[in-house]
């Protein structure tokens, strides 16, 4: 259901605001303008586009009514359109994205990975393992354990996929509005401009969508589930991403560097933070952890894994896609392909990009530990990874207040009332876990206090017995 939602989206949208744009100043403003350059190419990623979207939409329909309908009559047709709606948006990809057939073919070719998960699981592992989807595992051989933190990961995998899917069809830079001596109207300016750095973004990017459906395609079989291949692809997108924002999201080599640093120094900071800890509760607090449940635990990581991954979805776009759009020519002093607020307003626009990178490289880095059980255990319980959290959290908010408007006074004004929202949230969720410790002390005491008494009356009633027998 999540994956057809997904795809009905991605489809949706793309259909609407075509790669390469429309024309702006000709007579035929508002058509298209990849059909007048490249007619085949837009004709596939029409029909492709147009293919996934419907096929989405009947296995929405089919997963809403399939409780109503026959399960074995309606699996091949299901998963059929699954597997039709997701390899017509990756022909979509392929063809909407870059302007050559070379790159298209590399491409394409990203989506053999796609087709082996499909036959692992049918072939080699079978098909009785895959007959029902998330949510609707009852059967009692499934473990229950899996299903909750496999819907978590099918929530990143399909964020992930939605925001490079958007990123690959407008890529960073904008498009050309008219036609140069390099370049032709349609083509990404960042191409012409850049080609070493867009080609990076674009295979980062590519590779990145391509690994968030074999991770979709995989998350369906619990013999892939449980291997270790989930968290080397899972890996694989989340570093993808990072790469194809840190090559996207500014136009030199410096700034990239210090944008990657950024993840690098939140892992760092949470790997000492819990060495640190760790040998404090070694040398004092040696049975500590075995005071917190385990049901407590998993709770606080979907939390932040929940607002993690949408602190990254947000962050990802914007980074790619800044306020005030770019320069679409080279007239007036101005250079294409650049953001348009880095020229009017250069400390605003650096605010608002370090802030924006501060919070996207926090969520990735959160996202990555909390999917390591070694790590997200010990750093939930020494509150490294709620630090890392506020820390996005406020990087969200500031790149909001300063990217939302181009006036100083109307930024402070939702830097204070932000600022207000999120103490009040603080203040109330300190008194309730006082409130909590309270309850939680009252009933412990009752507890001892109750079995004092039936320690009590067990002791008297045998001084009686033991009387009344002599």
């Not at 586009?49 to 089919?62: C, G, Q, R, V, Y």
């Not at 933190?149 to 890529?171: S, T």
Request: proline share 4%; charged share 15%; glycine share 8%.
């Amino acid at each position: 259901m999540l994956i057809a939602i997904f795809v009905a989206t991605d489809a949706y949208v793309a259909g609407l605001n075509q790669p390469g744009g429309f024309w702006r100043s000709t007579e035929a403003a508002g058509d298209p303008v990849l059909p007048g350059l490249h007619p085949i190419r837009y004709k596939f990623f029409f029909f492709s586009n147009a293919i996934s979207f419907i096929a989405s939409l009947l296995a929405i329909t089919f997963n809403v009514y399939y409780e109503k309908l026959d399960l074995k009559r309606i699996k091949f047709p299901l998963y059929g359109l699954t597997v039709t709606a997701i390899l017509g948006l990756g022909g979509a990809y392929a063809a909407g994205s870059c302007r050559d057939s070379r790159h298209t073919g590399y491409v394409l070719g990203l989506i053999v990975p796609v087709l082996v998960c499909i036959f692992l699981q049918w072939f080699l592992v079978g098909s009785n393992a895959i007959s029902l989807p998330f949510g609707t595992r009852g059967s009692k051989q499934y473990n229950n354990d899996l299903d909750k933190p496999c819907e978590l990961i099918q929530l990143l995998a399909i964020l992930a996929a939605i925001v490079a899917y958007q990123a690959g069809i407008d890529p960073p830079g904008g498009v050309w509005a008219d036609n140069g001596a390099s370049h032709s109207v349609g083509d990404p300016i960042l191409l012409t401009t850049h080609p070493r750095r867009y080609k990076v973004f674009f295979y980062f990017n590519s590779v990145a969508f391509v690994a968030s459906l074999v991770i979709m395609v995989m998350l369906q079989n619990e013999f892939l589930v449980r291997s270790h291949v989930l968290e080397a692809a899972m890996i694989l997108d989340l570093f993808c991403l990072i790469g194809a924002y840190a090559v996207g999201s500014c136009r030199d080599t410096s700034t990239s560097i210090y944008t990657v640093a950024l993840a690098g120094g939140v892992l760092i900071y949470v790997v000492i933070h819990i060495l640190f800890s760790t040998l404090e509760k070694k040398s004092d607090k040696q049975g500590e952890e075995d005071k917190i449940k385990e049901h407590q635990l998993e709770k606080k990581r979907e939390l932040l894994l929940l607002v993690a991954i949408l602190a990254a979805t947000l962050t990802y776009q914007a980074g790619l896609t800044p306020p005030s759009g770019f320069w679409e020519n080279d007239e007036f002093g101005h250079r294409a392909g650049f953001p348009v607020l880095l020229d009017k307003f250069p400390i605003r626009y650096k605010a608002f990009f370090y802030c924006n990178a501060t919070s996207f490289m926090a969520s990735v880095a959160l996202i990555v530990l909390l999917l390591n059980r070694n790590l997200y255990g010990p750093g939930i319980k020494c509150y490294a990874l709620f630090v890392c959290m506020v820390a996005g959290m406020f990087g969200l908010i500031g790149a909001y207040a300063t990217g939302s408007s181009m006036h100083l006074r109307t930024s402070i004004v939702v830097l204070i009332l932000v600022t207000v929202v999120f103490a009040a949230v603080v203040y109330v969720a300190i008194i309730g876990r006082g409130q909590r410790a309270n309850i939680n002390q009252h009933q412990s005491k009752h507890t001892k206090s109750t079995n004092q008494q039936g320690r009590w009356h067990g002791g008297h009633t045998k001084t009686n017995t033991r009387s009344t027998g002599s």
